[in-house]
């Protein structure tokens, strides 16, 4: 905090005594009320997403006072319009060229999403997301060239536009971006590869008031290393403590980031002000993501937030954003299967589990109001099929390529399903995605059917799509099942097996093999 108002007041320095009082106290109220609240992250890669004004009321209704975008989408800042949320809107990597190369189109891009939203008193905007994690590894430095100029043009794009005192500019950064060889926290400091960069990009924040933003995944160390303590990534361990030279940590978030604060501290930075971009824990896809575990997680870390207990290094309130509001069905899953169940509710808005997100005494999440859904029918493999139809294996492996298989396979949610059960999923699954299509659930030789009663087993739940319009692209786009395009998805994507899934294996050649 005290970084952030130390770089307000100094360009404030040549005033006149009164008016540098005024503005600094206002300015002060402005930093103190921008991060104040539990903020979440919304991100919108769902094939049925929820209408933004149903979404608007969910925060509301859970007491959010802050959100993070990964966009500017002016349907959904218009309906933040007079939320009494703040909003921190963002900015695709895939921008980052065009903005690093032409002030002027850093000049149109804030006038377009930030400027026009707060002139007409519209949503109120506190933050500029410039890109999102764009020193990942995987990303074979593909932005390494473009953020740090981006994100000056964005700033000098706010100055321009009178708005630079209101709006900070950041970048959302893995934890990856800082490093310890020995896992001590007193040991981090910006990664070799990128540590030139890293202090320029820590000097602009600090030269303009912005905070350090960091994404932490506890769920992403259990899941990485086999051999990372369980108790370790949540709050409530005393197991497996970590001393670093007498300072005692008991959780790895904890250590995480003050290995951040150890690498800003060594570089001359260290009361530069830290944001949690997204914390979370996912519910399916994985061993280590269940209700549970998530539950456990998020209301570990609330009663952390709520408490103003903070880090050995960094004591009092935590400014984060929760990851995340909703679940999304449409997300890449080459991270890993959990990537589509990070939501604290469920795609129809739904709550997962209960979780005190205000005071410690406050219970449950609120779920979406007057959410519409489709007909209570389910699409299953039809009884009379059998198992060892040639078209089985084909047939499910269409379904889950164009909808979402993610909650099958060892230690999901629907791990005890047997071969017919998981076949039923995958069937399901599409036919809900294309919006319970009459094509959507004939698949070839009869091997599936239309009822009435619900398939759901367990913790497995075969889930009825909301009502809305469906954003699916790709093969079936709510067009149904054609055998026509199956032939062709077959030869030229799955030549010898056609779909290995969390163990779920089946010949595409007619031997009729499964082992689910």
């Known amino acids: ?83 009494g949320i703040q909003v921190m809107v963002g900015i695709p990597n895939d921008m980052l060229y065009n903005l690093a190369n032409s002030e002027q ?21 506190r933050y500029v997301a410039v890109g999102n994690e764009p020193f990942l590894s995987s990303y074979n430095g593909s932005f390494l060239g473009t953020t740090l100029p981006a994100l000056r043009n ?21 934890a990856d971006v800082y490093e310890s060889p020995t896992n001590l926290p007193s040991d981090g400091d910006f990664r070799s590869d990128i ?28 899941y990485s290393d086999p051999n990372f303590p369980l108790g370790f990534a949540f709050f409530a ?31 001359g930075y260290g009361s530069l002000p830290v944001v949690i971009g997204e914390i979370g824990w996912p519910t399916d896809g994985d061993k280590n993501a269940n209700l549970n575990y998530a539950q456990q997680f998020n209301q570990g870390f609330m009663d952390s937030v709520i ?24 997300k890449s899953i080459q991270p890993g299967n959990f990537e589509r169940h990070w939501g604290l509710f469920y795609l129809d808005g739904q709550p997962k589990y209960a979780v005190s997100l205000v005071t410690a005494r406050s219970k449950g999440l609120a ?23 040639p078209q089985v294996g084909p047939s499910v492996s269409y379904a889950c390529a164009n909808a979402d298989c993610t909650s099958l396979g060892f230690g999901t949610s629907c791990e005890n399903l047997d071969a017919q059960g998981n076949i039923s999923y995958a069937f399901n699954s599409y036919y809900q995605q294309n919006n319970q299509l009459e094509s959507a659930c004939k698949f070839p030789n009869n091997l599936s059917v239309v009822i009435n009663s619900d398939p759901s087993a367990g913790t497995c739940k075969f889930r009825i799509m909301i009502q ?49």
């Not at 054609?482 to 030549?495: A, D, E, G, N, T």
């Open 105 to 125: 189109a850093a000049d149109n891009w804030v006038a377009k999403n930030v400027s026009s939203h707060i002139s007409s008193g519209g949503a109120d905007i």
């Open 237 to 267: 361990n005393k197991s497996f403590p970590l001393n670093d030279g007498g300072t005692i940590y008991y959780n790895v978030f904890d250590a995480n980031h003050d290995t951040l604060i150890w690498a800003l501290q060594k570089n």
């Open 468 to 516: 809305g319009q469906a954003v699916i692209s790709g093969a079936g786009g709510g067009k149904g099942f054609s055998r026509s395009s199956l032939v062709v998805f077959i030869l030229v994507f799955f030549p010898l097996y056609f779909y290995d899934f969390l163990g779920l294996k089946l010949k595409v050649n007619g031997l009729g093999f499964c082992d689910f």
């Open 367 to 389: 779920p979406a109001r007057d959410v519409h859904y489709l007909a209570r029918q389910w699409c299953i493999m039809s009884p009379s099929a059998s198992l060892d139809d």
């Open 195 to 222: 540590h030139d960069l890293m202090l320029s990009i820590v000097k602009f924040l600090s030269d303009n008031g912005a905070p350090f933003t960091v994404n932490i995944y506890p769920f992403i160390s259990l």
């Open 154 to 174: 964005i700033q000098s794009a706010l100055t321009k536009a009178g708005l630079s005192t209101r709006v900070k500019v950041t970048v959302p950064l893995n």
């Open 1 to 83: 905090m005290g970084g952030m108002i130390k770089g307000v007041v100094s360009t404030r320095q040549r005033q006149q005594p009164l008016v540098v009082t005024l503005r600094c106290l206002s300015i002060l109220q402005l930093l103190v009320d921008s991060v104040s609240g539990i903020g979440v992250n919304w991100g919108t890669q769902a094939t049925h997403p929820l209408p933004p004004s149903t979404v608007v009321k969910m925060l509301r209704d859970n007491g959010f006072q802050k959100v993070k975008l990964f966009d500017a989408d002016s349907a959904t800042l218009n309906a933040l319009a007079n939320s």
């Open 307 to 330: 408490s103003n207990k903070g880090t050995p290094l960094r004591p009092g309130y935590v400014d984060a954003y929760l990851f995340s509001l909703i679940d999304e069905d449409a």
